[in-house]
């Protein structure tokens, strides 16, 4: 599977963006997908993850209650709108799949995906 990102760009601290995963390929709704972001001279860290199949979802302890992560399995895309971005929001940000179902736990392990995206820059500045 390929897996393009998009919705990346320059904002303003406290407003919003809604980034996109979208999948191409063999079926996609029984994967697992994430996001996560590297932000410059920093490891790259998990953001969030869906289960396609059922809708279970996680997010990363720092940026939960500004993020909600969602999919649309018809179309073979997955979202990420995050609320009240903040600077430290900066960051190339990752979406990457598994055919497997992940356990809950798991979702924040980046080994554990089989397929990655090229990233979309997001930018937090005034």
């Known amino acids: 599977v390929q897996l393009q990102a998009s919705g990346g760009g320059l904002v303003q601290p406290g407003n919003s963006l809604k980034l996109a995963c979208e999948a191409s390929?063999?079926?996609?709704?029984?994967?697992?997908v994430a996001w996560f972001r590297q932000a410059p001279g920093k490891e790259r860290e998990f953001v969030s993850g869906?289960?396609?199949?059922?809708?279970?979802?996680h997010y990363a302890d720092s940026m939960r209650g500004r993020l909600t992560i969602s999919r649309d399995n018809a179309k073979k895309t997955v979202y990420l709108q995050m609320n009240n971005l903040k600077p430290e929001d900066t960051a190339v940000y990752y979406c990457?799949?598994?055919?497997?179902?992940?356990?809950?736990?798991?979702?924040?392990?980046?080994?554990?995906?089989?397929?990655w995206g090229q990233g979309t820059l997001v930018t937090v500045s005034s």
């Open positions: 869906i289960r396609l199949s059922g809708g279970s979802t």
């Open positions: 390929g063999r079926a996609f709704s029984g994967d697992t």
């Open positions: 990457a799949a598994t055919p497997r179902r992940l356990i809950l736990s798991t979702l924040r392990y980046g080994h554990e995906y089989d397929y």
